[in-house]
């Protein structure tokens, strides 16, 4: 079993920043990969960025790339993703979750078995 619990979301301005953070117990944050997925009011949740089990690869969407960063810190069992530039359209419910039986990078949401509740990010024009 994995809890997930993110925090770091809020109100923001157009062009400004904010960090999430994903506080991961139970089984050790190490040896699979991660990541974080959105959704908007109205829409389906959609693939954001992704980190592999050692933090060497990751991957993003091609909406947050170059704005968005995903990292990791396995001895404090937390990832991380910094959110730069953002836009009215970032608004949304930011998920973190897990991928237990993968240690690679993914965007593919079936393979994450173990989900937080969510932290609310709102980017106003």
């Known amino acids: 079993q994995v809890q997930l619990v993110e925090s770091g979301g809020g109100l923001v301005q157009f062009g400004g920043s904010l960090r999430l953070s994903c506080a991961a117990s139970?089984?050790?944050?190490?040896?699979?990969?991660m990541g974080w997925f959105r959704q908007a009011p109205g829409k389906e949740r959609e693939f954001v960025a992704t980190?592999?089990?050692?933090?060497?690869?990751?991957a993003y969407a091609d909406s947050v790339k170059g704005r968005f960063t995903i990292s990791r810190d396995n001895a404090a069992n937390t990832i991380h993703l910094q959110m730069n530039s953002l836009k009215p359209d970032d608004t949304a419910v930011y998920y973190c979750?897990?991928?237990?039986?993968?240690?690679?990078?993914?965007?593919?949401?079936?393979?994450?078995?173990?989900w937080g509740q969510g932290t609310q990010v709102t980017v106003s024009s």
């Open positions: 979750a897990a991928a237990t039986r993968w240690g690679t990078v993914s965007g593919t949401e079936s393979l994450y078995d173990y």
């Open positions: 980190i592999n089990w050692s933090g060497s690869s990751t």
């Open positions: 139970g089984r050790t944050s190490s040896g699979y990969a």
